[in-house]
T-cell receptor
Framework: GAVVSQHPSRVICKSGTSVKIECRSL??????MFWYRQFPKQSLMLMAT?????????EQGVEKDKFLINHASLTLSTLTVTSAHPEDSSFYIC?????????????FGPGTRLLVL | DQQVKQNSPSLSVQEGRISILNCDYT??????FLWYKKYPAEGPTFLIS?????DKNEDGRFTVFLNKSAKHLSLHIVPSQPGDSAVYFC????????????FGKGTRLSVIA
């Protein structure tokens, strides 16, 4: 199946700093990428939909000024957590859509564990 | 309001037997359904999918069944192996997959040797 990478896999930062997470589709081009976060023992929560060359669409309750998303190319989307606080500590996962038998199928990256001290 | 429900938070199955994971949905606009497998601290891995025009899709040990009238789908794993132990998420999408996925809360499968 399609391969999606994320970098870094884990990051520890001080409160107030900004953290950038990269999501890349390695063997396909993705016009649409998605960003999720997952809290312990919970399901994935969609944060935003990232479209190449246009502004991201944020889900209700997700602060667009705090979680900056840039989708500059067909293979790269970035999520920047600005002025991170301890409550932003979470597992962030991206996905990218590729066409499988005529259907848009999401393939996920390995995730990024963020810990804000 | 949960549009995709996995009512069993956990399931234990003996190695070699069949594992059946269930999923129900409420939104009749969903036309594409996917199953993902997830280990802790890793991203979900795509397993198998089915479109609403089919009622069954098979890939190796994995088979997904869709009952549109009941708004129910299930994932069958046979024979179950210890390496199948993970959390399984059911997900649904509308418009041939062009809308964001809606996930269930997951079912933790434990395959006992």
């Amino acid at each position: 199946g399609a391969v999606v990478s994320q970098h870094p896999s884990r990051v520890i930062c001080k409160s107030g700093t900004s953290v950038k997470i990269e999501c890349r589709s390695l063997d396909f081009q993705a016009t649409t990428m998605f960003w999720y976060r997952q809290f312990p023992k919970q399901s994935l929560m969609l944060m935003a939909t990232s479209n190449e060359g246009s502004k991201a669409t944020y889900e209700q309750g997700v602060e667009k000024d705090k979680f900056l998303i840039n989708h500059a190319s067909l293979t790269l989307s970035t999520l920047t957590v600005t002025s991170a606080h301890p409550e932003d500590s979470s597992f962030y996962i991206c996905s990218a859509s590729d066409v499988l038998q005529g259907f848009e199928t999401q393939y996920f990256g390995p995730g990024t564990r963020l810990l804000v001290l | 309001d949960q549009q995709v429900k996995q009512n069993s938070p956990s399931l234990s199955v003996q190695e070699g037997r069949i594992s059946i994971l269930n999923c129900d949905y409420t939104n009749s606009m969903f036309d594409y359904f996917l199953w993902y497998k997830k280990y802790p601290a890793e991203g979900p891995t795509f397993l198998i999918s089915i479109s609403s025009i089919k009622d069954k899709n098979e890939d190796g040990r994995f088979t997904v069944f869709l009952n549109k009238s009941a708004k129910h789908l299930s994932l069958h794993i046979v024979p179950s192996q210890p390496g199948d132990s993970a959390v399984y998420f059911c997900a649904a999408s509308a418009n041939s997959g062009n809308t964001p996925l809606v996930f269930g809360k997951g079912t933790r499968l434990s395959v006992i040797a």
